[in-house]
């Protein structure tokens, strides 16, 4: 007995097209944790501006010594989902964490935040109701709103890209829908653009409409104290519900969460089919998520060095002569056209020990590929200086600058 030959034979025929229109994208081992600086099989040390290690905590001491003691006191999972066998005091404890960091009432912890968008949206919509999302936002709220619309019948809509008239017209034409919902990136991870939360707050408010935030670029990154893009414009307290990843600035191992009143949290317990069927997070991920939290609460200065590390960078790679899109998050992406020339460009600074990825369609439009670089609290300017040169080295080499 074999698998399906025409089955074989359809995908190969697929990864040799992806092969040869040179989008073929190919996995790189890693042999140390996720730093600054990171050991990769084949090719020894290299830089790598292409993490979402924001804060360089995915190998701080603290938070892995956490995730040790979390697997010594916890065990390694938790056995069946939380209502059957028991929720464990440090999804508990991180779930108060988070909801305390973000500046809500509570929150709901998810094995991932993709998870976490995909559980709320068909929770707390039914038919009748609308969704409405902005046109950049990520693929989870993408397919959470599509998979909503399947199960609930609820009407969707998208909004042109940061237009609020567009999204304010949405609105009015749904005046009808009995539970409006406004969906947005809080920063869009594409194009490092922050979300204009002021008017999309007044925007929900003026039209009885839910705001929900998808924080994962901004939690740890945005605001004085790193809570996020509600912190950045002084709304923390404002927003009706956040989801964030726990895989990014916190660590960078796994999760995500939603958070909210209280009474979300209550809901999403009663009704969320992901917290319903699925087991919770692994307890060590628990343990080092709430490690990282508290250690963020304790060393704002960390966030600053985020900061200061991105003006850095963006203003030696303008100077150097490129054109990155403009901002002020540690998303620097740099606008190379065609999807084909943005591997290229990856590819040859992977020679020169930088790791960073290219990006191209349909993860971004047509004639918009971009290598999108990632700063790090844990990147010295030596290293930046380095990865800088490298740039300038294959951008001539390509004739970029």
Aim: some cysteine; charged content about 20%.
């Amino acid at each position: 007995m074999s698998v399906n030959p025409r089955f074989v034979k359809e995908l190969g025929a697929t990864i040799d097209q992806l092969k040869a229109d040179r989008v073929y994208k190919r996995l790189n081992h890693l042999e140390s944790p996720q730093a600054a600086r990171v050991r990769m099989e084949g090719r020894g040390e290299v830089i790598i501006l292409s993490s979402n290690n924001y804060l360089g905590l995915s190998n701080e001491p603290e938070v892995v010594q956490a995730g040790i003691d979390g697997l010594k006191q916890f065990g390694a999972g938790t056995g069946s989902v939380r209502f059957i066998c028991g929720t464990f005091t440090v999804h508990r404890d991180l779930e108060a964490a988070l909801a305390r960091f973000v500046g809500a009432e509570a929150s709901m912890s998810y094995v991932s935040c993709w998870n976490a968008n995909e559980g709320l949206t068909s929770t707390i919509v039914q038919e009748g109701d609308f969704v409405v999302s902005d046109a950049l936002n990520h693929a989870s709220i993408i397919d959470s709103i599509r998979l909503a619309k399947a199960i609930t019948k609820c009407t969707t809509a998208v909004y042109k890209h940061g237009d609020l008239d567009d999204l304010r017209e949405k609105l009015r034409g749904a005046k009808g829908a009995g539970r409006r919902v406004v969906w947005t990136d809080g920063v869009f991870s594409m194009e490092g653009a922050i979300a204009r939360l002021p008017d999309l707050v007044q925007i929900a408010r003026d039209h009885d409409a839910i705001l929900v935030v998808d924080d994962s670029h901004a939690t740890g990154v945005l605001g004085k104290t790193g809570r996020g893009t509600a912190e950045h414009y002084g709304l923390l307290g404002e927003i009706d519900v956040i989801t964030s990843t726990l895989g990014k600035a916190l660590g960078g191992a796994a999760g995500g969460f939603a958070a909210g009143p209280a009474v979300l949290a209550d809901y999403l317990i009663q009704r969320s089919r992901p917290q319903l069927f699925s087991n919770a997070l692994p307890p060590t991920v628990a343990a080092s998520a709430l490690a990282a939290v508290r250690f963020i609460e304790r060393h704002p200065e960390r966030v600053e060095t985020l900061r200061a590390n991105t003006r850095y960078f963006r203003d030696q790679i303008t100077a150097a002569g490129f054109k990155p899109l403009p901002g002020e998050t540690p998303i620097v992406p740099i606008i190379v056209g065609e999807t084909a020339a943005a591997i290229q460009m990856s590819d040859m600074l992977l020679d020169e020990g930088v790791f960073v990825t290219g990006f191209g369609f349909p993860v971004v439009p047509q004639g918009q590929a971009r290598v999108r670089c990632q700063i790090s609290a844990a990147h010295t300017r030596g290293d930046l200086d380095a990865a800088i040169e490298a740039f300038k080295k294959v951008g001539r080499k390509l004739r970029l600058i």
